[in-house]
Nanobody, 121 residues
Framework: QVRVVESGGDLVQPGGSLTLACSVS?????????IAWFREQRDMVATITDT???ELADFVKGRFTISRDNAKNIVYLQMNSLKPEDTAAYYC??????????????????WGQGTRVTVSS
């Protein structure tokens, strides 16, 4: 089974920085396609494709960056210049090509359990 696990959430002061990590693991993974970060499983924050192309929401451009370590199957969200309105649970969503049988594969979508970011003085 595929597991998506977020980490790095914390309490930080306005103007501070955090790095979130999203780890994707499983013994039936063939490949991992797009990985995205969402707030509250509702608002897309950033996405990165398997080839490294990225997209950032307008409300985080210039402050957040997304990167990916394909060897480790980890995606990072570097969050700088944090604002109180960035406070939210951040969720990772991964589109994964998994083995479903001896010679069959399918692309399935997985969500992590979220990590909480609180920006407050």
């Amino acid at each position: 089974q595929v597991r998506v696990v977020e980490s790095g959430g914390d309490l930080v002061q306005p103007g501070g920085s955090l790095t979130l990590a999203c780890s994707v693991s499983g013994n039936n993974i063939y490949s991992i396609y797009d990985i995205a970060w969402f707030r509250e499983q509702r608002d897309m924050v950033a996405t990165i494709t398997d080839t490294g192309s990225t997209e950032l929401a307008d409300f985080v451009k210039g402050r957040f960056t997304i990167s990916r370590d394909n060897a480790k199957n980890i995606v990072y969200l570097q969050m700088n210049s944090l604002k109180p309105e960035d406070t939210a649970a951040y969720y990772c969503r991964a589109d994964v090509n998994v083995w479903t049988g001896a010679s069959a594969r399918a692309v399935q979508r997985y969500w992590g359990q979220g990590t909480r970011v609180t920006v407050s003085s």
